[in-house]
């Protein structure tokens, strides 16, 4: 791929070519002076954040850290320098140093751009990354999403050199004397990535002299396959989601079984990305803990990624794992943007009490019996998981309000208009 081509798809990125701003990843390695080259030299109207993490790994990490610095002073171009001590925080949370290094950045980077309110984080993923992801992928047991391997626009994240082998990089900067650094981890075989890259590739290049070619049409023709059908799924979830709730997704499990059949991971990988913005480092073996969910009478659940997936009565559901402690919820006189119901009362605000359910409750809603609040939900087909996190407004003696069925017969009679209201976090 030549550099104008590399511009080109930059520019029909609609969300980078509308803001005009990026984050990228500076590791100071090759790929990554590279990928900021073209920006400084083709897009020098952009405003450009470069994030390097320390990881604490090397005993000369400081050397890449202080180019990092001597970079971004020459380029005049923002610096956000994290360290972390990885090795420590792999052995505290019993994983690898890759995968310990990986989440630490995202979670920065991800940070970062919520900070600067910058959508799209640029990385120096290239070819041979593509090539040995789709290897790895393979050995993992991946579907069709993990085959079509790394994705050129993730969320945020956005690819442009999936098309340029190492060697073009390498070529580009030795012959312009670009300095960058050397991380010599790189070169021993201690992870799967880099016994791909050290002893597996080598042996490809010497039984296809077009191997990059070939790869890259492959993985092409890989992911239109895969865009095709993330269309078709995303047409699938505007049409059956029932839930008005953008915390979660909600679909009927006989019109999953209709569409997907016996095999509907593809659709938690949608539900993950729509709810969460991406789907890094979320592969499919880990996805099928979701096929059995639906089996039996049970309330069922399972998570991955951060979304959790529950069987509940005949629907599937999809919600982000969030605390319910998370919420906060205050009685007002005046509605807002986020009001959730109201109650009339002669009582103020002060004689009013905010709770979930408890052991014992009655509610009686008008035209209706007086019931046990347990009953009554369970009859309307309230998830197990909701009952307990349901709103309720009460006085000493009675409940006023249940969130999702309004005001009960003693909250709709008095003088005061009272609104429950939702403080959101960022407010």
Known sequence: MLIKDIINELNADKTLAKERSAIIAFSGGPDSVFTVEIFRNFFKDYKIYLYHLNHMIRDDAIHDENFVKKYAEESGMELVLNRCDIPKFSKEHSIGLEEAGRIV??????????????????????????????????????????????????????????????????????????????DRTNFIDD?????????????????????????????????????????????????????????????????????????????????????????????????????????????????VGGIVAIKSYENLIFRRDIENDERKIYLSLEATEYTIGFITTDLNIDDLEIRNREVGDEVKFKNRPTKLLKKFLIEEKVPAYKRDDLIIVTDDENILYVEGFGPTINGIEGKNKIYINERKKDE
């Open 105 to 182: 950045r995202y979670k920065d980077l991800e940070e970062l751009s919520k900070n600067t309110k910058v959508n799209t984080i640029v990385t120096g993923h290239h070819l041979n990354d593509d090539i040995e992801t789709f290897i790895l992928n393979f050995k993992r047991g991946s579907g069709l999403n993990g085959y079509s391997s790394i994705k050129k626009r993730d969320g945020k994240f956005l690819r442009p050199l999936l098309g340029v082998t190492k060697r073009e990089i390498l070529d580009y900067l030795n012959d312009r004397k670009i300095e960058f650094c050397i």
């Open 191 to 303: 992870t799967n990535r880099n016994k791909i890259r050290l002893n597996v590739m080598p042996e490809l290049e010497k039984l296809d002299e077009k191997l990059y070619d070939d790869f890259g049409r492959f993985l092409n023709s890989m992911k239109a396959e895969m865009n095709l059908k993330n269309s078709l799924i995303s047409g699938f979830v505007f049409e059956h989601n029932l839930s008005k709730n953008s915390e979660e997704l909600c679909f009927k499990i006989e019109d999953i079984k209709r569409y997907f059949g016996d095999d509907f991971s593809a659709l938690y990988m949608e539900a993950i990305k729509i709810l969460r913005g991406n789907t890094v480092d979320i592969y499919k073996k880990a996805l099928d803990s979701i096929l059995n969910i639906i089996d039996g009478e049970e309330e069922k659940r399972t998570s």
